[in-house]
């Protein structure tokens, strides 16, 4: 390959990440269930637990997964993002029709089907960006995962700010965002992201850590925006449509990479034609071995052919950190322990974020949408600075080897300092989760406000650092399928923790209201639902903890491997 098809294929690359960051920007509309909740409540006149019941509905959907992580090895990308797409449109329309009653309220089963396509929707379009875009960037797992999950975690508070800034916090017109926004987006996505064959130079893993590091900063520089907005609101519509449009301008930035990197490919060219050139054409002429080197090679291969023979006789099963089909990881303790321990995290976490704007009611907060996006905005800053930050105590132990390289007896030092298993974050964001939610039981004055932020960066934590520990525990091969069984945990976590805990705790509590709804104001609403979900979160952390320990040896060998080929290469360059 060509010095400048090797750098079109980058920058091809580059674009596709861009349209996925713009997908994962739009993918979060999962969680926004609370800034149209009581609109809904409202017009059909239900109980807590039946809107909780419906917010299930909307989790159930991301059950259905399963098939678009079926469809992630056998459908080209773009065909998977069109299914989310069209899916989303179906979904999210039909709720935007009841809210602005432009039909009257549909059947309560009728309601369900839709809620559960339009959360279905969502996990075609991360299936498509996730397994694509970390086969495209196989060796910065990590950084791909936080900065994608980053911005759907952005998603919630995106939509729920532009709906303020324009739409004066309208819900009908909120789900006419949801419905067309993502729509569109993936329209565009479909063009530009695909599987890009991967270069493993030096050169390559370094420009990818330089390209990698401008996506957070222009990430952290959204988050901070919105949390600006946020924290001064919306004085008129001037400065409203101003806010709206600097946004959509930092969320294109990102577009400047791959024009970089198209622009620097498009400079090779005629660099590699003056190379041609000054080269003289050559024929290089190939020798014969020797006899009785051409004896040696081929006794050789034939021990080695018979010692792979052995080896794939004695090996019936492979080992955690090798390719796994699904029921080979299925048959593992460590995938179960992995997917409990995910249970208790995304679980306890959706139970807060689809029950926020009854929460905050509770608590004597009649606007929510500041508690909403500071769960959102804070659970992208638990995405990214988990995922970045646990890719960086990998390879700075991988640095720290290359130096004491020269001294002797130093394997077991370099493995301490390069071993650290990513399932230790998932377990700090636990013990931090069941803290946030303690203090929202105690119902201080502003306990809403650190809950928020605490909830939504334990919960970001949990997706971020969960999506690379599966793919280097099980492989890539199947990762898309494996990626949506763990998903799992989010309508069953749902179900549990929102639907029948928090569902049934409120409804005890509350008083019916005329129509056949109900209300419930005071710390006693939800206080023991916070409890459980506590305890919850303390067996999550015993569970990671325990995962840390049996992976510890598996990521020793996944991160020395590395060493190697870096120490290689700086020999070479010397």
Same mark, same amino acid.
């Given at each position: 390959?060509?010095?400048?098809?090797?750098?079109?294929?980058?920058?091809?690359?580059?674009?596709?990440? !861009?349209?996925?960051?713009?997908?994962?920007?739009?993918s979060?509309?999962?969680?926004?269930?609370?800034?149209?909740?009581?609109?809904?409540?409202?017009?059909?006149?239900?109980?807590?637990?039946?809107?909780?019941?419906?917010?299930?509905?909307?989790?159930?959907?991301?059950?259905?997964g399963?098939?678009?992580?079926?469809?992630?090895?056998?459908?080209?990308?773009?065909?998977?993002?069109?299914?989310?797409?069209?899916?989303?449109?179906?979904?999210?329309?039909?709720?935007? @029709?009841?809210?602005?009653?432009?039909?009257?309220?549909?059947?309560?089963?009728?309601?369900?089907?839709?809620?559960?396509?339009?959360?279905?929707?969502?996990?075609? *379009?991360?299936?498509?960006?996730?397994?694509?875009?970390?086969?495209?960037? &196989? &060796?910065?797992?990590?950084?791909?995962?936080?900065?994608?999950?980053g911005?759907?975690?952005?998603?919630?508070?995106?939509?729920?700010?532009?709906?303020?800034?324009?739409?004066?916090?309208?819900?009908?017109?909120?789900?006419?965002?949801?419905? !067309?926004?993502?729509?569109?987006?993936?329209?565009?996505?479909?063009?530009?992201?695909?599987?890009?064959?991967?270069?493993?130079?030096?050169?390559?893993?370094?420009?990818?850590?330089?390209?990698?590091?401008?996506?957070?900063?222009?990430?952290?520089?959204?988050?901070?925006?919105?949390?600006?907005?946020? $924290?001064?609101?919306?004085?008129?519509?001037?400065?409203?449509l101003?806010?709206?449009?600097? @946004?959509?301008?930092?969320?294109?930035?990102?577009?400047?990479?791959?024009?970089?990197?198209?622009?620097?490919?498009? &400079?090779?060219?005629?660099?590699?034609?003056?190379?041609?050139?000054?080269?003289?054409?050559? %024929?290089?002429?190939?020798?014969?071995? /020797?006899?009785?080197?051409?004896?040696?090679?081929?006794?050789?291969?034939?021990?080695?052919?018979?010692?792979?023979?052995?080896? @794939?006789?004695?090996?019936?099963?492979?080992?955690?950190g090798?390719?796994?089909?699904i029921?080979?990881?299925?048959?593992?303790?460590?995938f179960?322990?992995?997917?409990?321990?995910?249970?208790?995290?995304?679980?306890?976490?959706?139970?807060?974020?689809?029950? *926020?704007?009854q929460?905050?009611?509770?608590?004597?907060?009649?606007?929510?949408?500041?508690?909403?996006?500071?769960?959102?905005?804070?659970?992208?800053?638990?995405?990214?600075?988990?995922?970045?930050?646990?890719e960086?105590?990998?390879?700075?132990?991988?640095?720290?080897?290359?130096?004491?390289?020269?001294?002797?007896?130093?394997?077991?030092?370099?493995?301490?300092?390069?071993?650290t298993? &990513?399932? #230790?974050?998932?377990?700090?964001?636990?013990?931090?989760?069941?803290?946030?939610?303690?203090?929202?039981? @105690?119902?201080?004055?502003?306990?809403?406000?650190?809950?928020?932020?605490?909830?939504?960066?334990?919960?970001?934590?949990?997706?971020?650092?969960?999506? /690379?520990?599966?793919?280097? #525990?099980?492989?890539? %091969?199947?990762y898309?399928?494996?990626?949506?069984? #763990?998903? $799992?945990?989010?309508?069953?976590?749902?179900?549990?923790?929102?639907?029948?805990?928090?569902?049934?705790?409120?409804?005890?509590?509350?008083?019916?209201? /005329?129509?056949?709804?109900?209300?419930?104001?005071?710390a006693?609403?939800?206080?023991?639902?916070?409890?459980?979900?506590?305890?919850?979160?303390?067996?999550?952390?015993?569970?990671?903890?325990?995962?840390?320990?049996?992976?510890k040896?598996?990521?020793?060998?996944?991160?020395?491997?590395?060493?190697?080929?870096?120490?290689?290469?700086?020999?070479?360059?010397?």
């Amino acid at each position: 390959m060509g010095i400048r098809e090797s750098h079109t294929f980058s920058a091809w690359k580059w674009l596709g990440f !861009v349209s996925a960051v713009w997908v994962q920007t739009i993918s979060g509309n999962n969680y926004t269930f609370s800034n149209y909740s009581d609109a809904i409540k409202t017009l059909m006149n239900l109980t807590q637990l039946q809107l909780n019941n419906l917010s299930v509905a909307k989790d159930v959907g991301k059950a259905f997964g399963l098939l678009a992580g079926l469809a992630s090895d056998r459908l080209p990308t773009p065909v998977i993002l069109l299914i989310g797409a069209i899916e989303g449109l179906i979904g999210y329309g039909a709720q935007w @029709l009841v809210v602005s009653q432009k039909i009257h309220p549909l059947p309560y089963w009728q309601m369900c089907i839709f809620m559960c396509l339009g959360g279905n929707s969502t996990t075609w *379009m991360n299936t498509a960006v996730l397994v694509t875009c970390i086969r495209n960037f &196989r &060796r910065n797992r990590g950084p791909v995962s936080g900065i994608l999950k980053g911005y759907v975690g952005l998603s919630t508070a995106i939509f729920t700010d532009l709906c303020s800034a324009l739409f004066s916090d309208d819900p009908a017109r909120f789900l006419v965002m949801l419905a !067309v926004i993502p729509f569109a987006v993936c329209l565009v996505a479909i063009l530009f992201l695909r599987e890009i064959p991967q270069s493993t130079s030096v050169a390559a893993e370094k420009e990818e850590a330089r390209y990698f590091a401008i996506f957070n900063i222009v990430a952290v520089v959204v988050a901070v925006y919105l949390l600006t907005y946020d $924290l001064i609101g919306s004085t008129n519509q001037v400065f409203s449509l101003v806010f709206a449009v600097i @946004l959509l301008i930092l969320l294109a930035s990102p577009l400047a990479v791959p024009i970089y990197a198209f622009v620097k490919s498009w &400079r090779l060219v005629g660099f590699e034609a003056d190379m041609e050139r000054q080269q003289p054409l050559l %024929k290089e002429e190939t020798t014969s071995p /020797p006899a009785e080197t051409k004896e040696i090679i081929t006794e050789v291969a034939a021990a080695a052919s018979a010692d792979d023979a052995t080896v @794939l006789v004695e090996k019936t099963k492979p080992v955690i950190g090798e390719e796994h089909t699904i029921m080979e990881a299925m048959q593992t303790w460590d995938f179960w322990v992995l997917f409990t321990s995910f249970l208790c995290g995304v679980g306890t976490g959706m139970a807060v974020i689809n029950n *926020m704007a009854q929460i905050g009611l509770a608590l004597g907060h009649a606007d929510v949408s500041i508690f909403i996006s500071l769960t959102s905005i804070w659970g992208f800053f638990g995405r990214i600075i988990s995922g970045s930050v646990s890719e960086y105590f990998l390879n700075v132990g991988c640095k720290v080897g290359e130096l004491i390289l020269q001294m002797d007896n130093v394997d077991e030092v370099m493995a301490r300092k390069a071993g650290t298993p &990513r399932p #230790l974050w998932n377990a700090a964001s636990q013990i931090l989760m069941a803290v946030g939610l303690l203090l929202m039981a @105690l119902a201080l004055p502003g306990c809403l406000y650190i809950g928020s932020i605490v909830v939504g960066m334990c919960y970001g934590v949990r997706l971020a650092v969960t999506v /690379p520990v599966a793919s280097e #525990l099980f492989g890539l %091969k199947f990762y898309g399928l494996l990626y949506n069984i #763990l998903i $799992l945990n989010l309508p069953i976590g749902s179900f549990l923790f929102s639907g029948l805990l928090a569902g049934y705790l409120y409804d005890a509590q509350a008083t019916p209201t /005329p129509g056949g709804g109900n209300t419930c104001v005071g710390a006693h609403c939800y206080g023991l639902v916070f409890i459980i979900m506590a305890m919850a979160s303390l067996i999550g952390f015993g569970l990671d903890v325990l995962l840390a320990i049996r992976t510890k040896n598996i990521y020793t060998k996944i991160f020395n491997s590395r060493k190697p080929k870096k120490s290689l290469a700086a020999s070479n360059g010397q």
